[in-house]
Structures are given as structure tokens and as C-alpha cells.
């Protein structure tokens, strides 16, 4: 059984954008995107996983397109071709290790594995590609570099946590805690890549519920004596947790954040 846990939260995942104000479907189980669990993982699909975390067997996976419920193609942030992400990750249950960012640009295509792979993304401050957490439970965040190159109308970014509490055989054939085959999860994201220009840094516009009305010329016609009615709660804007702290939605209660 899996005990690990962990959700992405920024950029908003496809399971996960509800608990920010997206008006996408609810997964309350948006922190188990673990491949169906190390045992199912390994022993019935051979190591493989989903793209975003389903088991590799599942029809449909829940969270890839086109026939899973969560993937609705919500574009959930927006990018400047080149600029550095924040990722944020609420690990619930820590089992060591360390998470990893792909892109996949391809607007031709599903997202894949492989495509993925071409596009792994550089943390910012030049270590690596592997981002090793701390031992905490809670908010852990990273800084990723877009590629310089890389722009897209819909993306699809995914997290990997490759944990590493395990027992296994190591590349020179000694046992230790981390080694050989490891439990896995994963979650995607829909995002935006432009270059850089006065409207690609417009940001990400939230749907409103009523249309703007076309405003009235009271020089050419009387006003209404008609008692104006209030307008609906707007949607709630969603949270961008690159800038501002994650807030609570429905019943999450959000943990304490991890100090890096």
C-alpha cells in the first residue's frame, strides 16, 4: 500500500485547480496520483504510469485527455517564453525523494511520455533537474526555468515525485534505502507559453457570469425610474500561489508551509 501523498497546487493541477477557485471537476483524492500504488505499478503494469498519475491500465485515465473526467483543458496559467515557474507541491505523507518538471508543447498530439521527456525542465539556480525535498510534511517549493525556446498555445506540464524510501539494488549492484525501483506520483497541468510581448503578459482571464452591458446615453434617452437589481456573485478568482499563499477552499484546511 501507498503511503506517500502529495498534490500539485502550483500551477493549479487538473485534479487539484478546484481547491484554488477553477471551476473544474472535484477529485478529492487529488493527492494519490501514485500509478495505482508501487505494487500494482511494478507487478501488473511493468513500471508504467500515466502520464499524470492514473494506473497505466485504467479506461479511461481519469486525468488525461480525451476521455478523462478531470482533463477538460482548463488553461490554468500563463507563461513568458523563457521565465522562471514556481512549483509548489503540498506533500501530505513524506517519503523523501525528489520531483522533476517536463512540458509537452506538441499541439498535434496528446501529451505523451515521450514528448514529455524532451522537454524536462532546469531548476533556476543551475543544480540540476532533480529538486531533493526536505523531511517535512507541507508546502515544498521549487523554481523551474521554461526552456528558451519552447512556446504554446496549450501545454501540458507534468509534476513527478519520485519518492525514495525504499529498499533496492543501486546501479553498482550494493542495497540501499533509495535505490531500484521506487514509489511514483504524478499530475499535469494545463498552461500557456508565449513569447514575450505587451499581450502575452496580459494575465489569464476568469469567465464572468453576466456580459458587460453596453453603457447608456442618458443625453439621448430619459433614465429608468426601474430599481436596479444587485449582480450575481462573481466566480471567485482563482489563486496563483506564485504570488500570494495558498487559501482555503471548501472544507481544505491547507498545511503549514515548509521552510526551504
Known sequence: MCLGHGRMLEPPSRASAWRLGWSTPIDYN????????????????DGKCGICGDP???NPRQ??????????????????QGQTLTLTIDITAN?????????????????TQECLDQHQLSLADGSGNNFNISL???LHTAHYLLPPTLVCQHCVLQWRYVTGNSWGVCEDGTGAIGCGAQEEFRACADVTVLPPSPRSRLAL???VLTPVKTPVDHSQAPVSRTPVKPSPTPIKTPVDLSQAPVKPSLAYVPPTPVKQ
Not at 487529488?30 to 503494469?45: A, L, P, R
Not at 486525468?63 to 490554468?76: F, I, M, N
Not at 508543447?105 to 496528446?110: A, F, G, L, M, S
Open 95 to 111: 517519503h523523501m525523494g525528489h520531483f522533476e518538471v517536463r512540458i509537452c508543447p506538441d499541439p498535434h498530439i496528446e501529451a
Open 56 to 58: 497505466w491500465d485504467a
Open 136 to 138: 517535512e510534511v507541507g
Open 30 to 45: 487529488d493527492n494519490e496520483g501514485f500509478c495505482g500504488g508501487f505494487s500494482h505499478q511494478y507487478s501488473v503494469n
Open 63 to 80: 486525468h488525461e485527455a480525451p476521455d478523462g473526467e478531470y482533463a477538460t483543458g482548463t488553461l490554468v496559467r500563463q507563461y513568458i
Open 205 to 207: 482571464r476568469t469567465p
